[in-house]
């Protein structure tokens, strides 16, 4: 993560890191000291990879239908000299 602070404004955290990360963990909060089981909410960013280590730990997991080139909403896109049917943009 490279250098990473902690700012905490109006009782909100925020981890910000010098690299770029998946925050696939939930090591990377308790590597500077906020524990994930004691957070009534996190927002992480990531594509998915985020389950295995926060699953646990949530009562929910919201995902965001965000803008991007990573969208799991496939069915947004135009798709052309693709073979149909074929998972997972059609149920087969």
């Avoid at 009782?11 to 939930?26: H, M, T």
């Avoid at 590597?31 to 957070?39: E, K, M």
């Avoid at 990531?46 to 009562?59: D, Q």
């Amino acid at each position: 993560m490279g250098t990473t602070v902690v700012i905490e404004a109006a009782g909100i955290k925020l981890v910000v890191s010098a690299i770029r990360i998946a925050c696939n963990d939930a090591d990377v909060f308790r590597s500077v000291g906020i524990d994930p089981a004691d957070s009534p909410v996190l927002l992480i960013k990531s594509r998915g990879h985020f389950r295995a280590s926060f699953e646990p730990l949530a009562r929910t997991v919201i995902e965001v239908d965000a803008p991007g080139a990573a969208n799991p909403g496939l069915d947004r896109y135009t798709y052309r000299r693709v073979k149909r049917p074929v998972w997972p943009l059609d149920q087969i």
